[in-house]
């Protein structure tokens, strides 16, 4: 069986990169738009495909589905929420941020308040990208594969190996090989390739990940039923679990009904508005309408998510809950038990292209941040153009190899989808926050921007990891994604007071830069409201 799962994962994954040579093969890289931004030429379909292959890799397939399989169906708000995030984006963010042809949010920051709240905004994200989501992506890709792959057959590692004096199970050392061999893999995507390589590859990819996704949900309701087919293991699951299909999260659960108003709205829109990793696929666009048509048609995709992303982890809950498994190892048993051999392979390739995805997304948007923010601007500010690419290069070389050493560290967490949300957080609300007062108060002054992101980090870092606090929190019954918007409320305070006490001299006026055509797409707002019924029908239809 794992002689058939190896073939088909090497012969789908020797397809995409071919494929993704061929199409790419005349691709200009050597200018800093050309590698970062493929040169602005990106169209929606290609838009829509990266960003839901970056957004869609092993910490979302295998992490939100472990938070279903202890949930169950109200975790499905980090999918449907999205939508709505993604809305604001297209109407709002999006037609600023091209606007004034920003490649980066440190960029945006820097003209906005001042070159230092842009270097605060550039260590943040650097710090946030090298040591935590870049590590997080690898350790969840190893999980994932180790288990879908077999990997303790596959490669004959069943027994402990000693190394230096230590005995090192057979788990642990999968897990490192594994890491570095995946880490390895998006190094030289990312080092030899631009942003339009990597986001025809998440495209091409993306359209696996679909397939495989919905696939796995059709193989895995019917052994429900026992082969009796996808509708009666539905329905049997819905007779056995149906408090584990209810959109409504209870207070106890990880996402709480009420949060989606604080914590994880805000969590959403800065993922999805602010965040370098994937607001750079959209910065790419050839045009205003073709940026907006590419962020909607994710968000529309976004909807299908509950259906591969959450309803696997209930249907490992129904399996599995009596077998003592983790729940971040359940969606890995799971592939390997319902699918087939050769689509397990196929599966296998696809999740690694999500892996890549996102690793080599994290990487180029990490280099940008390096080469465009210090290495060009306190480095070697008379550099050219070719320099500040090769300094981006050598950069995600070594942000690369720390992440491969940091990942393995991150074994035994309860949930690593979990996880990865709070400690986003600590930068997530500090930079939203001050993004956004930048674009509606345009009298605050430079000093507000210091002042937001610096007090939020320190805040939210203290109720993190201050002895006692989450205890005084929970018994004052404030969950920590309410905790997380009352931190946001009191950053825009206290940068609109600052803004009153000390006011620009002139208020502030982002100048167009005519990279790209800024004509909007004509049906923006009837899609955007389209799509936020969409959003309320679902957690109607699923709240009883």
């Known amino acids: ?253 990880s996402v709480p009904f009420s949060t989606l108003f604080t914590g994880v709205a805000l969590l959403n829109l800065f993922y999805w508005c602010t965040n370098q990793q994937i607001i750079q696929r959209t910065l790419g666009a050839s045009s205003l309408a073709e940026g907006q048509k590419g962020v909607l048609l994710t968000a529309g995709l976004k909807l299908l998510g509950p259906i591969y992303l959450v309803i696997p982890g209930i249907v490992a809950y129904h399996l599995y809950s009596g077998t003592g498994i983790g729940a971040d190892l359940a969606y890995g048993k799971l592939v390997f038990d319902v699918l087939p051999a050769p689509l397990t392979g196929f599966f296998a390739a696809v999740m690694v292209g999500a892996i890549l995805s996102s690793f080599n997304a994290g990487l180029n948007s990490t280099s940008a941040l390096f080469s465009l923010g210090l290495y060009k601007h306190i480095i070697n500010p008379k550099g050219t153009e070719r320099q500040v690419v090769r300094s981006a290069k050598i950069f995600v070389v070594l942000v690369a190899v720390m992440a491969m050493l940091i990942a393995p560290a991150l074994a035994g967490q309860e949930s690593i989808f979990k996880y990865l949300q709070k400690m986003n957080g600590i930068y997530f609300i500090p930079i939203f926050s001050v993004v956004v007062v930048g674009l509606l108060n345009r009298r605050v002054p430079a000093v507000a921007g210091r002042i937001g992101l610096v007090t939020g980090i320190v805040l939210i870092a203290l109720g993190y990891f201050l002895p006692g606090f989450s205890t005084f929190l929970a018994a004052a019954g404030i969950h920590e994604f309410h905790f997380l918007g009352i931190v946001f409320a009191l950053i825009v305070g206290l940068m609109h007071v600052v803004g009153a006490v000390k006011p620009r001299s002139e208020p502030w006026v982002m100048v167009a830069t005519n990279e790209v055509d800024m004509t909007p797409w004509k049906n923006a707002r009837w899609a955007s409201l389209a799509l936020v019924a969409l959003v309320i029908a679902i957690y109607v239809a699923f709240a009883f």
């Open 1 to 253: 069986m794992t002689t058939w799962i190896f073939i088909s994962f090497l012969a789908f994954t020797g397809f995409a990169a071919f494929l993704t040579w061929w199409i790419t093969r005349r691709d200009e890289r050597s200018s800093s738009d050309g590698y970062f931004l493929g040169g602005r030429t990106l169209t929606f379909p290609i838009i829509a495909g990266s960003l839901l292959l970056t957004n869609l890799s092993t910490e979302q397939m295998v992490g939100l589905n472990g938070a279903a399989f202890n949930d169950g169906l109200s975790v499905m708000a980090w999918e449907v929420v999205a939508v709505l995030a993604l809305v604001v984006m297209t109407l709002f963010f999006l037609p600023r941020f091209l606007k004034g042809g920003i490649t980066t949010v440190p960029q945006f920051l820097e003209l906005r308040y001042d070159r230092q709240t842009q270097s605060i905004g550039n260590f943040i994200f650097l710090i946030a990208y090298a040591f935590l989501l870049l590590p997080i992506i690898l350790y969840s890709g190893a999980v994932g594969l180790s288990h879908m792959m077999d990997l303790k057959s596959l490669t004959g590692i069943d027994e402990p190996v000693e190394l230096l004096g230590n005995v090192i199970p057979p788990e642990t050392v999968i897990l490192w090989l594994t890491v570095f061999t995946i880490g390895i893999m998006g190094l030289v995507y990312s080092r030899f390739g631009g942003l339009r390589t990597l986001a025809v590859l998440d495209t091409i990819n993306g359209v696996g990940l679909l397939v495989g996704g919905m696939t796995i949900v059709f193989f895995a309701l019917d052994k429900v039923s026992d082969g009796g087919g996808v509708l009666e293991g539905w329905n049997m699951l819905r007779e056995a679990e149906p408090e584990r299909l209810s959109s409504i999260g209870k207070s106890g659960q």
